[in-house]
């Protein structure tokens, strides 16, 4: 599962939604979205702008946790195990 640290990193900076979106020019409801981790697809523009935003990097905006169950399944339908390629 991706992770969207947009929260920690505004709050670590104690700046508000609204100035974020201020900053980088993105719509209210789409800093809203990330925020919340409601957000399905995210621009490459946007992460470029909040990461210049807020002088962060990459890996501080985003972070991939494994899911509890797999998701991806193998040519036979069966879902993949850990280590199989």
Do not use: F, W
Request: with cysteine; proline share 5%; aromatic share 2%.
């Amino acid at each position: 599962m991706v992770r969207i640290l947009l929260s920690t990193r505004l709050g670590e900076r104690r700046l508000t939604q609204a100035d974020l979106a201020r900053m980088t020019g993105i719509r209210p409801n789409t800093i809203s979205e990330l925020y919340n981790e409601v957000a399905t697809r995210i621009s490459l523009d946007h992460i470029d702008l909040i990461c210049e935003a807020l002088g962060c990097d990459l890996t501080d905006l985003i972070m991939l946790v494994p899911n509890s169950e797999p998701r991806v399944k193998t040519r036979t339908g069966a879902p993949r195990s850990k280590g199989e390629d």
